[in-house]
């Protein structure tokens, strides 16, 4: 919890306002399978830890970040304004994200696995630009509602806040910008460029999701935690809560 900023009180009007102003419920209705919220920064261990608990659950893994990716590469290919908030909504429309039919169900880009594209500098270079738009955001919103109504393991910024702040269970990772850099790096490679990317990027995302988890999320650091501990805590978090919830 330490290494988060706090929010300003705008930000969370502005947040709030966000959630009135969305016409899709974020209800899940009688919850039939439980949701499991990821959230933190780049480089925190969402997805190492969000791959493991969807599979430990057995339930669809759902990678919110890809999503925010898939618009910004698009749009690099039509040579769309990252700044051209509606533009970019109206590719996140013409998308179609699905869950695959595997045994632990994930995200599908128009019927395919998302590719290394997704990964590449030229996304990491605008998609916090992309992902700023409330009309994008809108869009992929609704889109990441319906993936997750039959119960997820979800992983984003806003997940546990904004898309699903009934979820059953809510995660935010932390860990120091150094860490968080080196991780980026050994997974991309080049560790300087890892640092000065993750840096720039995270002044950038917490533009539009602040570094600061639901009030009722469980924290953990992961700048000390193996991603084997990190596992073992949040399974006996997501059992212990979703057992609880049955009875
Ligand atoms: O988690 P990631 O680094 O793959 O996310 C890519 C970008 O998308 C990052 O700039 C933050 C943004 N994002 C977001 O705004 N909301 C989400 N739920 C997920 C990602």
């Known amino acids: 919890m330490s290494s988060c900023a706090h929010m300003d009180p705008s930000e969370a009007t502005d947040r709030s306002r966000e959630r009135s102003r969305d016409e899709d419920s974020p209800s899940r209705g009688d919850k039939p399978s439980p949701a499991v ?40 290919k039509r040579e769309i304004d990252p700044d051209d908030g509606p533009a970019l909504a109206e590719i996140g429309g013409e998308m179609t994200f699905t869950l695959s039919p595997d045994a632990i169900p994930s995200l599908l880009i128009d019927g395919e696995p998302p590719g290394p594209a997704l990964e590449s500098a030229a996304v990491e270079g605008v ?15 609704a889109i990441q509602r319906r993936l997750g109504a039959g119960g997820c393991v979800m ?21 120091t910008p150094s860490v968080r850099a080196g991780r980026r790096g050994r997974e991309r490679g080049g560790a300087e460029e890892a640092v000065a990317s993750v840096t720039e990027r995270d002044a950038l995302d917490a533009r539009t999701n602040p570094f600061v988890p639901a009030p009722d999320a469980h924290v953990l650091d992961t700048t000390v935690l193996s991603s084997d ?19």
């Open 37 to 76: 919220a990821i959230d933190g920064p780049a480089g925190s261990g969402k997805s190492t830890l969000g791959r493991r608990l969807a599979e430990a659950v057995r339930l669809p893994y759902v990678n919110t970040g890809l999503m925010y990716r898939a618009v910004a590469d698009r749009a690099l």
């Open 229 to 247: 501990a990190v596992f073992v805590r949040a399974l006996d978090l997501v059992r212990t809560i979703t057992e609880g919830n049955r009875r």
């Open 127 to 141: 998609v916090s630009r992309v992902a700023r738009h409330p009309q994008v955001r809108t869009v992929l919103r």
């Open 155 to 175: 992983e984003g910024r806003d997940i546990g806040t904004v898309v699903f702040p009934d979820a059953d269970v809510k995660i935010f990772l932390s860990a």
